[in-house]
């Protein structure tokens, strides 16, 4: 039985990965970091599956000893702080943990088993203020935030590792992906989330920053099968996980509330408070590369995805009612 480690099992994306693993005979893993308030609701229904331990990406001891304890094939690296507006009030501690503590677990398994082959969660935020359209593994970087600048750092480290250490270590530079399980601080599941509040008259509008920020939005589920088949290759290397479309927050306005049959216009406010610093405006991934050597495609297109969003936030609401 192979047997993967997840940093950040608690997230979207780890709670997905998770029940791929589990799906192709995986032992799973977890790590999560010890607080009064964690929560464990995305892998409720796999608590019985999964073996899940306290580590932090801020204490390599800890790193170093649920990999000896554990002693996997395939480390897959998703925990950070990874809400970029938070990146600005926390710039520090999102260097910390999303730039230095990929170098932390990078440098523990190089202590305990380099035949370890590892996966670094880098994300399409990289290229903000964007020198080429569409984005790909030869794109320059240009960080419009600490957390685009921490995960270069990530990346870059990553590479590093691999060509010093020959480590099989590979990167996949994720463009925005989301699901019902997505956090509520995001502006997709913010919206979500309202479009199902006003339509079962909970709410009466949804405050909003740049309506104009484009981005190439995929399914979380999608994304994590292109981790996992990076680890299964020969060699490692880095890979763009994107739709190769690109769509407004407006859009996803439209979409959300048309879904429910409603005007979004009337119900969408502007407020100054959630205009970045600096804003990446157009974000869209050129996904070829993973096309022809992963043979990884999208199954989820950007309308499913929207309502199949909206549609859980209303069962949701309606169940709690």
């Known amino acids: 039985m192979p047997k993967a480690l997840i940093t950040g099992i608690t997230g979207q994306d780890g709670s997905y990965l998770a029940e791929l693993l589990?799906?192709?005979?995986?032992?799973?893993?977890?790590?999560?970091?010890?607080?009064?308030?964690?929560?464990?609701?995305?892998?409720?229904?796999?608590?019985?599956k999964v073996t899940l331990v306290t580590a932090d990406l801020m204490d390599e001891p800890s790193l170093i000893r649920a990999l000896r304890d554990h002693r996997p094939s395939e480390v897959y690296?998703?925990?950070?702080?990874?809400?970029?507006?938070?990146?600005?009030?926390?710039p520090v501690l999102t260097g910390e943990v999303t730039g230095l503590g990929v170098t932390r677990l990078l440098d523990a398994i190089l202590t305990v088993d380099p035949t370890i082959r590892f996966y670094q969660a880098s994300s399409s935020e990289m290229f903000g203020k964007?020198?080429?359209?569409?984005?790909?593994?030869?794109?320059?970087f240009y960080p419009r935030s600490p957390y685009g600048v921490a995960k270069v750092y990530g990346h870059w480290v990553t590479v590093n590792y691999r060509?010093?250490?020959?480590?099989?270590?590979?990167?996949?530079?994720?463009?925005?992906?989301?699901?019902?399980?997505r956090g509520l601080e995001f502006v997709t599941r913010k919206v979500s989330d309202a479009v199902a509040r006003i339509k079962l008259g909970l709410a009466d509008h949804v405050a909003l920053g740049n309506l104009d920020s484009q981005r190439d939005w995929g399914y979380a589920e999608d994304y994590v099968r292109a981790m996992w088949?990076?680890?299964?290759?020969?060699?490692?290397?880095?890979?763009?996980?994107?739709?190769?479309?690109?769509?407004?927050?407006?859009?996803?306005?439209?979409?959300?509330?048309?879904?429910?049959?409603?005007d979004w216009e009337p119900y969408v406010r502007i407020d100054q408070r959630y205009m970045r610093p600096a804003e990446v405006d157009l974000l869209i991934g050129d996904p070829s590369r993973a096309h022809q050597v992963l043979g990884w495609k999208p199954e989820v297109s950007f309308e499913q995805l929207v309502c199949m969003m909206v549609d859980a936030d209303i069962k949701a609401l309606g169940a709690k009612a």
Request: with cysteine.
């Open 130 to 140: 964007v020198v080429e359209v569409p984005q790909s593994e030869t794109t320059p």
């Open 77 to 90: 690296n998703l925990a950070a702080q990874s809400f970029v507006q938070a990146s600005w009030a926390q």
């Open 163 to 181: 060509e010093s250490y020959e480590l099989h270590a590979s990167s996949g530079i994720l463009f925005n992906h989301e699901s019902p399980r």
């Open 229 to 262: 088949l990076m680890l299964q290759q020969d060699e490692p290397g880095d890979y763009v996980v994107a739709t190769g479309e690109t769509h407004s927050v407006r859009e996803f306005c439209q979409v959300a509330f048309g879904h429910v049959g409603l």
């Open 22 to 48: 589990l799906s192709k005979g995986y032992e799973v893993i977890g790590l999560h970091r010890r607080s009064s308030t964690v929560t464990f609701e995305r892998i409720a229904h796999l608590m019985d």
